[in-house]
């Protein structure tokens, strides 16, 4: 993976804590709460999900925060567009949502996805946990380069974190 010039870029980890898990980390130098508006706000989330070149965008960012409310993105890049979408089950800001997402062109059911942020000395630690259906459906996302993917995307969101602590 190329070295990136983001802050904390190599604070960025992916492993398997149980056979149908994935779970992410990575520290941001910022308040929970900027980081929590960076992943919460359809004008922030354009601006870093699945953001991994200049050839990336976002072509659509639906969000509805809310317990039974419905996400979906849509992503752009060289081979085409790609969507994930899902349902919010608990949204408790600025420390923990947890969702549905299915990848809509593979839909082997839904992943049940947590995501909590908690404060280290003024910093924020993201972990995201991804529970899948099955070991091979887990197995499958890793193979994809979900992981690489994630680290790129979180490079940009730290981006956007840094603006809006300047702004």
Not at 8 to 22: G, K, L, V, W, Y
Not at 50 to 65: K, Q
Not at 109 to 116: A, E, R
Not at 144 to 151: D, H, P, Q, V
């Amino acid at each position: 993976m190329p070295v990136s010039r983001a802050r904390n870029s190599d604070s960025f980890q992916a492993t398997t804590p149980a056979d149908r898990e994935i779970r992410l980390t990575r520290l941001f130098d910022a308040p929970r709460e900027l980081v929590w508006e960076a992943m919460s706000k359809p004008e922030h989330v354009r601006r870093w999900w699945g953001i991994l070149s200049d050839e990336h965008s976002v072509a659509a960012c639906d969000i509805d925060l809310r317990p039974g409310g419905r996400w979906r993105f849509v992503g752009r890049g060289p081979q085409g567009e790609y969507a994930f979408s899902g349902e919010y089950r608990e949204v408790t800001p600025p420390e923990r949502v947890v969702f549905t997402e299915i990848f809509e062109p593979f839909f082997d059911g839904p992943s049940l996805v947590t995501s909590t942020l908690t404060e280290e000395d003024g910093r924020t630690r993201l972990t995201v946990t991804a529970e899948y259906q099955s070991r091979e459906v887990r197995d499958m996302v890793l193979g994809s380069g979900m992981a690489r993917g994630a680290a790129i995307s979180y490079d940009r969101l730290e981006d956007v974190v840094q603006e809006l602590q300047r702004a």
